[in-house]
Protein backbone atom coordinates (compact mmCIF):
# COMPACT_ATOMS: atom_id res chain seq x y z
CA UNK A 1 0.00 0.00 0.00
CA UNK A 2 1.46 3.60 -1.01
CA UNK A 3 0.68 6.67 1.79
CA UNK A 4 0.03 10.03 1.03
CA UNK A 5 -0.13 12.74 3.39
CA UNK A 6 -1.59 15.81 3.30
CA UNK A 7 -3.08 19.45 5.16
CA UNK A 8 0.06 20.17 6.90
CA UNK A 9 0.58 24.48 7.33
CA UNK A 10 1.48 27.36 8.99
CA UNK A 11 -1.04 27.90 11.69
CA UNK A 12 -1.19 30.52 14.68
CA UNK A 13 -1.19 28.81 18.38
CA UNK A 14 -5.31 27.70 19.22
CA UNK A 15 -6.13 27.44 15.55
CA UNK A 16 -7.17 24.01 14.01
CA UNK A 17 -5.38 21.90 10.76
CA UNK A 18 -6.68 18.83 9.47
CA UNK A 19 -4.18 16.48 8.24
CA UNK A 20 -5.54 13.59 5.93
CA UNK A 21 -3.62 10.03 4.89
CA UNK A 22 -4.88 8.48 1.68
CA UNK A 23 -4.32 5.02 0.65
CA UNK A 24 -3.44 3.46 -2.82
CA UNK A 25 -3.08 -0.04 -4.20
CA UNK A 26 -4.78 -1.56 -0.97
CA UNK A 27 -7.80 -0.14 1.12
CA UNK A 28 -7.24 1.09 4.78
CA UNK A 29 -9.83 -1.59 5.46
CA UNK A 30 -6.81 -4.07 6.03
CA UNK A 31 -4.66 -1.84 8.21
CA UNK A 32 -4.14 -0.35 11.16
CA UNK A 33 -2.89 3.17 10.98
CA UNK A 34 -1.09 5.95 13.05
CA UNK A 35 -0.29 9.43 12.78
CA UNK A 36 3.51 9.94 13.88
CA UNK A 37 5.37 13.38 14.07
CA UNK A 38 9.27 14.21 14.78
CA UNK A 39 9.85 17.66 15.60
CA UNK A 40 13.40 18.90 15.35
CA UNK A 41 15.88 17.05 17.59
CA UNK A 42 13.43 14.39 19.07
CA UNK A 43 12.37 11.01 18.44
CA UNK A 44 9.73 10.11 16.33
CA UNK A 45 6.76 9.47 18.71
CA UNK A 46 2.83 8.21 18.35
CA UNK A 47 0.78 10.87 18.25
CA UNK A 48 -2.45 8.59 17.44
CA UNK A 49 -3.84 5.38 15.93
CA UNK A 50 -7.01 3.40 14.84
CA UNK A 51 -7.93 0.55 14.22
CA UNK A 52 -9.28 -1.53 11.48
CA UNK A 53 -12.47 -1.34 12.29
CA UNK A 54 -12.54 1.98 12.92
CA UNK A 55 -13.87 1.78 17.03
CA UNK A 56 -10.49 1.48 18.75
CA UNK A 57 -8.22 4.40 19.30
CA UNK A 58 -5.01 5.33 21.15
CA UNK A 59 -3.56 8.94 21.40
CA UNK A 60 -0.41 10.34 23.14
CA UNK A 61 -1.39 12.06 26.35
CA UNK A 62 0.02 15.38 24.52
CA UNK A 63 -2.53 15.40 22.62
CA UNK A 64 -5.98 13.89 23.92
CA UNK A 65 -8.55 15.82 24.07
CA UNK A 66 -7.27 18.09 21.49
CA UNK A 67 -6.64 15.71 18.44
CA UNK A 68 -8.88 13.18 16.97
CA UNK A 69 -7.90 10.15 14.72
CA UNK A 70 -11.09 8.86 12.17
CA UNK A 71 -11.26 6.61 8.97
CA UNK A 72 -13.50 8.06 5.97
CA UNK A 73 -13.84 4.61 4.73
CA UNK A 74 -15.16 6.27 0.93
CA UNK A 75 -12.77 8.20 0.62
CA UNK A 76 -9.69 5.70 1.91
CA UNK A 77 -8.96 7.93 4.27
CA UNK A 78 -7.19 8.56 7.57
CA UNK A 79 -7.71 11.65 8.61
CA UNK A 80 -6.44 13.65 12.38
CA UNK A 81 -8.44 16.59 13.16
CA UNK A 82 -5.97 18.88 15.36
CA UNK A 83 -7.44 21.37 17.60
CA UNK A 84 -6.10 23.92 20.09
CA UNK A 85 -2.67 23.63 18.49
CA UNK A 86 0.37 24.30 20.24
CA UNK A 87 3.54 25.46 19.19
CA UNK A 88 4.92 22.17 20.79
CA UNK A 89 2.53 20.28 18.23
CA UNK A 90 5.37 21.77 15.65
CA UNK A 91 6.89 19.02 13.84
CA UNK A 92 6.92 16.79 10.41
CA UNK A 93 3.64 14.64 10.67
CA UNK A 94 4.16 11.23 9.45
CA UNK A 95 1.21 8.34 8.47
CA UNK A 96 1.86 4.65 8.70
CA UNK A 97 -0.07 1.87 8.07
CA UNK A 98 0.81 -1.88 9.38
CA UNK A 99 -1.16 -4.93 11.46
CA UNK A 100 -4.87 -5.11 10.93
CA UNK A 101 -3.94 -6.94 14.25
CA UNK A 102 -2.26 -5.09 16.36
CA UNK A 103 -2.87 -1.53 17.66
CA UNK A 104 0.90 -0.73 18.22
CA UNK A 105 2.59 2.70 19.79
CA UNK A 106 5.75 2.15 18.45
CA UNK A 107 6.81 2.99 14.88
CA UNK A 108 8.23 -0.97 14.45
CA UNK A 109 5.03 -1.94 14.40
CA UNK A 110 4.29 -0.37 11.24
CA UNK A 111 5.52 -1.87 7.79
CA UNK A 112 4.32 1.11 5.54
CA UNK A 113 5.31 5.01 5.66
CA UNK A 114 3.80 8.03 3.97
CA UNK A 115 6.11 10.88 3.18
CA UNK A 116 5.64 13.57 5.85
CA UNK A 117 3.68 16.95 6.19
CA UNK A 118 5.08 20.12 7.49
CA UNK A 119 2.66 21.17 10.35
CA UNK A 120 4.36 24.76 11.99
CA UNK A 121 2.53 26.32 14.75
CA UNK A 122 3.38 30.15 15.83
CA UNK A 123 3.02 31.36 19.31
Known amino acids: VQLQASGGGLVRAWASLRLSCAAS????????VGWFRQAPGKERELVAT????????LYANSVKGRFTISRDKAKNTVDLQMESMKPEDTAVYYC?????????????????WGQGTLVTVSS
Open 25 to 32: GRTFDDYT
Open 96 to 112: AAGSKYRLSTSDSGYDY
Open 50 to 57: IDWTGTRT
